[in-house]
């Protein structure tokens, strides 16, 4: 249903409905002022347009209002993190009351594992996938060790099968046939950020609550890319960033989810600070910490009002897309690249993320028979902005929002180049 050719990539392209949004960012640009080939949305997204303006205005309000912008300004600063709420929930398959933009993601992570990491001597190991981005690694590893247990002991890698790279699900089911009763939380990254495989998040549930465990995700690579539908998946909890594919700028916010079933749970263990009070009686300062119900009641300092606009700005793009549009594209233009890669049909590169459309975002990890960096530079140098992977993978990711068919098949022809 492909076609390698410049012609047809631009046909596509021309056909697209969600093409026009590539010219709401700024696209970085190469040493001869054209527009670089950006495949990296998948480590930090590009910058929307309106990102400046909508900062630009909190800053005026600031100038203008001083502190009465809490509550004068045209967006209240005391309320804001509400102006994100219904849209995040939307891109995460939430409902409003369970999301909160709070934080960064290693904090919110550590944060809700106070709240659902409660070890007994009997129940205490951790469950996590073997590639884990290194940050949920450490948090999870210094969990089990405040705890005063051994991560020798109590983290449990599920891992893939010799000779493989991603992790099959048997493969869960059986270290929760083996040792479910030891196990308290398993802890999966949704969208792997290696080998890009996405993981079933209801399935997983279900055999992670049969077995008696908590179960949360990090969404850091899903958030945005697929569509997660957190609450039908019943996990009880997820964080995730919003610099990757929610396009909200370096280090911006992160976001979290608490399950419904755990909103008005006020003996639930947790980290507290004024923010997650009770709005009525937040500001007569003497009260009892009283939670507010949901993912709010997780909230500890008031946030950073200039990263907030920058989400702000971002989902109104992503609104204006619509996540069905964005999966959609995404699907056909993943499926490009993988077609052109397979149409070169060299077999020192191999594609390690999964075949199937539903197992994957848009990201494609590919592996290259001895490879080193030299490789990842040489296509920095010819325009291509990518991701390295030591020891040989290169993630390239096309975002449906800002890049084009062609944007892939140019990639491809660099890489055939470079390759010789
Ligand atoms: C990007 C990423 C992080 C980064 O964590 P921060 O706290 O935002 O620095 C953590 N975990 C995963 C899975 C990631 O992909």
């Given at each position: 249903m492909y076609v390698s050719s410049r012609s047809y990539a631009q046909e596509c392209d021309t056909r697209d409905e969600l093409a026009e949004f590539r010219e709401q960012f700024h696209l970085p640009l190469d040493a001869s002022g054209n527009p670089v080939i950006y495949l990296c949305g998948n480590s930090l997204g590009l910058q929307p347009k309106i990102t400046s303006q909508y900062i630009r205005k909190e800053l005026d309000d600031w100038a203008k209002l001083g502190v009465e912008g809490h509550t004068d300004a045209a967006h209240p600063w005391m309320p804001y993190h509400e102006f994100l709420?219904?849209?995040?929930?939307?891109?995460?398959?939430?409902?409003?009351?369970?999301?909160?933009?709070?934080?960064?993601?290693?904090?919110?992570?550590?944060?809700?594992?106070?709240?659902?990491?409660?070890?007994?001597?009997?129940?205490?190991?951790?469950?996590?996938?073997?590639?884990?981005?290194?940050?949920?690694?450490?948090?999870?590893?210094?969990?089990?060790?405040?705890?005063?247990?051994?991560?020798?002991?109590?983290?449990?890698?599920?891992?893939?099968?010799?000779?493989?790279?991603?992790?099959?699900?048997?493969?869960?089911?059986?270290?929760?046939?083996?040792?479910?009763n030891s196990i308290a939380l398993l802890m999966i990254g949704d969208t792997n950020y290696y080998s890009g495989q996405h993981f079933p998040l209801k399935r997983i549930?279900?055999?992670?609550?049969?077995?008696?465990?908590?179960?949360?995700?990090?969404?850091?690579?899903?958030?945005?890319?697929?569509?997660?539908?957190?609450?039908?998946?019943?996990?009880?909890?997820?964080?995730?960033?919003?610099?990757?594919?929610?396009?909200?700028?370096?280090?911006?916010?992160?976001?979290?989810?608490?399950?419904?079933?755990?909103?008005?749970?006020?003996?639930?263990?947790?980290?507290?600070?004024?923010?997650?009070?009770?709005?009525?009686?937040?500001?007569?300062?003497?009260?009892?910490?009283?939670?507010?119900?949901?993912?709010?009641?997780?909230?500890?300092?008031?946030?950073?009002?200039?990263?907030?606009?920058?989400?702000?700005?971002?989902?109104?793009?992503?609104?204006?897309?619509?996540?069905?549009?964005?999966?959609?594209?995404?699907?056909?233009?993943?499926g490009y690249l993988e077609f052109l890669l397979d149409e070169l049909n060299d077999d020192r590169i191999r594609i390690i993320t999964p075949r199937d459309p539903e197992q994957r975002g848009c990201q494609l990890s590919i592996q290259v028979k001895n490879a080193d960096k030299s490789l990842h530079d040489q296509l920095t140098e010819a325009g291509v902005i990518s991701d390295w992977r030591e020891p040989d993978v290169i993630r390239v990711a096309p975002v449906p929002l800002y890049n084009s068919f062609e944007d892939v098949f140019e990639f491809v022809e660099r890489f055939k180049k470079i390759l010789g």
């Open positions: 709420t219904n849209q995040m929930a939307e891109v995460v398959g939430a409902k409003p009351g369970e999301v909160v933009v709070m934080n960064t993601l290693t904090t919110n992570l550590h944060l809700l594992m106070v709240s659902f990491y409660q070890p007994t001597e009997t129940r205490y190991k951790i469950v996590v996938e073997s590639d884990a981005f290194p940050s949920d690694k450490y948090a999870v590893e210094s969990q089990l060790k405040f705890h005063g247990h051994d991560p020798k002991d109590g983290l449990i890698l599920w891992t893939p099968r010799e000779g493989e790279e991603v992790c099959r699900f048997e493969d869960l089911e059986a270290i929760m046939q083996d040792q479910g549930t279900q055999l992670g609550h049969k077995n008696g465990c908590i179960v949360g995700f990090d969404l850091a690579h899903g958030a945005g890319n697929i569509q997660p539908d957190l609450h039908s998946s019943n996990a009880d909890f997820a964080v995730w960033c919003s610099y990757k594919y929610l396009n909200s700028g370096p280090g911006s916010l992160g976001g979290l989810f608490v399950h419904e079933r755990h909103a008005h749970n006020k003996e639930l263990k947790r980290f507290t600070g004024w923010w997650g009070h009770n709005k009525e009686t937040r500001f007569n300062m003497r009260h009892e910490f009283d939670p507010l119900p949901g993912a709010e009641g997780w909230q500890l300092s008031n946030p950073p009002i200039l990263s907030m606009a920058a989400i702000r700005a971002s989902l109104d793009v992503f609104a204006e897309a619509g996540m069905d549009r964005l999966r959609k594209k995404s699907k056909k233009l993943t």
